[in-house]
């Protein structure tokens, strides 16, 4: 059972960048499509991007497409999210997840992280 964690968080000013990075153990992320998650406080967990396993193939929701690019380095076991020109609204925990699937979109996916705090200043 792969387990996933997150890191890169923090507070940044609008208009800034973070990467964040998840990293596994107990399994090998080639063989999973992954995903981006994020809560925001008294929101739903929101489906932001979706990458497939090999990393070749990207689906990014309308909120942050052209901002946020996922990337996945497989032979480091570690997936990233590259996000940009960040604004307030981008305030939320984010939550990297993993499916055994090739490539998944939007929820249902199986394995969670425990979520790391961006926090975007305006």
């Known amino acids: 059972q792969v387990q996933l964690q997150e890191s890169g968080g923090g507070l940044v000013q609008s208009g800034g960048s973070l990467r964040l990075s998840c990293s596994a153990s107990?399994?090998?992320?080639?063989?999973?499509?992954m995903g981006w998650f994020r809560q925001a406080p008294g929101k739903e967990r929101e489906f932001i991007v979706a990458?497939?396993?090999?990393?070749?193939?990207?689906y990014y929701e309308s909120s942050v497409k052209g901002r946020f690019t996922a990337s996945k380095d497989n032979t480091k076991n570690t997936l990233y999210l590259q996000m940009n020109s960040l604004k307030p609204e981008d305030t939320a925990v984010y939550y990297c997840?993993?499916?055994?699937?090739?490539?998944?979109?939007?929820?249902?996916?199986?394995?969670w992280g425990q979520g790391t705090q961006v926090t975007v200043s305006s």
């Open positions: 107990g399994g090998t992320l080639s063989y999973y499509g």
């Open positions: 990458i497939s396993r090999d990393g070749s193939t990207t």
């Open positions: 997840a993993a499916d055994g699937s090739s490539m998944k979109i939007g929820l249902g996916y199986t394995y």
